[in-house]
């Protein structure tokens, strides 16, 4: 991190925030080079949002939106306790590197001691810059277990 100073004011976004949302949404999806939907995004992020099926927390500076997280609810049996996937992160490009991200991370983190959790998990294409950043803030890379996915 080279800015360890706050940039931005982080908190926890509720679904009267979807339209301010959706552009870092998209943003996310373009980083990963997804298809855009702008219609099918909006209606999936409203969905979770109204549900309470995610929890999406927000950077805020100068009254503009310039990052977001989002985390799922899991649980494992193993620890039989309440887990979350943190599954988006995204900072606008002219924001990062000021420790933005970093706060996210933070507010997640907070949350799941909030909630009880036993951990957060995340995962990240091999080639993410952002694995530095995960690292300094104190995630550990998994080298016991091997992910797997089916494709339906």
């Given at each position: 991190?080279?800015?360890?100073?706050?940039?931005?004011?982080?908190?926890?976004?509720?679904?009267?925030?979807?339209?301010?949302?959706?552009?870092?949404?998209?943003?996310?999806?373009?980083?990963?080079?997804?298809?855009?939907?702008?219609?099918?995004?909006?209606?999936?992020?409203?969905?979770?949002?109204?549900?309470?099926?995610?929890?999406?927390?927000?950077?805020?500076?100068?009254?503009?939106?310039?990052?977001?997280?989002?985390?799922?609810?899991?649980?494992?049996?193993?620890?039989?306790?309440?887990?979350?996937?943190?599954?988006?992160?995204?900072?606008l490009?002219?924001?990062?590197?000021?420790?933005?991200?970093?706060?996210?991370?933070?507010?997640?983190?907070?949350?799941?001691?909030?909630?009880?959790?036993?951990?957060?998990?995340?995962?990240?294409?091999r080639?993410?810059?952002?694995?530095?950043?995960?690292?300094?803030?104190?995630?550990?890379?998994?080298?016991?277990?091997?992910?797997?996915?089916?494709?339906?």
């Amino acid at each position: 991190m080279s800015n360890p100073t706050p940039t931005a004011t982080i908190r926890r976004a509720h679904a009267n925030d979807l339209d301010a949302v959706l552009p870092l949404f998209g943003g996310y999806l373009e980083f990963y080079q997804r298809a855009r939907d702008p219609v099918q995004e909006r209606e999936f992020l409203r969905r979770r949002l109204e549900r309470q099926e995610c929890v999406v927390f927000v950077a805020e500076s100068a009254g503009r939106m310039v990052g977001f997280t989002l985390l799922y609810p899991l649980f494992s049996s193993l620890s039989l306790r309440r887990t979350w996937l943190l599954n988006d992160l995204y900072v606008l490009p002219e924001f990062r590197r000021r420790g933005v991200a970093a706060q996210l991370l933070a507010a997640a983190r907070a949350w799941g001691v909030e909630t009880g959790a036993d951990y957060l998990t995340l995962e990240t294409a091999r080639d993410n810059p952002a694995q530095h950043l995960y690292e300094t803030c104190g995630w550990t890379r998994d080298e016991l277990f091997l992910h797997y996915e089916l494709t339906l």
